[in-house]
């Protein structure tokens, strides 16, 4: 059975990091992009960032320079670094796996707060 289990959210102060993490596991085959969405209160789930088989990466605008997203193919483990947070970041994020199929994780919540 497929599985992402992800990790690293919590409360953060502005400006401060967070590192999130997601593992992937169950066999998934094929795997030729892995990204982290977002969803805040009363709003849709957004992209925050995506990082194909070969390495390349986008992100959406308002984390450019501040998130960067990698991924260790040989564990299937997607992560996002997360810095200079601002409350805006607050969400719950969660991981996505694109291969044969489409899976999600569970999400974790950020809270960026003083």
């Known amino acids: 059975q497929v599985q992402l289990v992800e990790s690293g959210g919590g409360l953060v102060q502005p400006g401060g990091s967070l590192r999130l993490s997601c593992a992937a596991s169950?066999?998934?085959?094929?795997?030729?992009?892995m990204a982290w969405y977002r969803q805040a209160p009363g709003k849709q789930r957004e992209l925050v960032a995506r990082i194909a088989s070969g390495g390349s990466t986008n992100y959406a605008d308002p984390v450019k320079g501040r998130f960067t997203i990698s991924r260790d193919n040989a564990k299937n483990t997607v992560y996002l670094q997360m810095n200079s947070l601002k409350p805006e970041d607050t969400a719950v994020y969660y991981c996505n796996v694109a291969a044969t199929y489409v899976y999600w994780g569970q999400g974790t919540q950020v809270t960026v707060s003083s």
């Open positions: 169950g066999g998934i085959n094929g795997i030729y992009a």
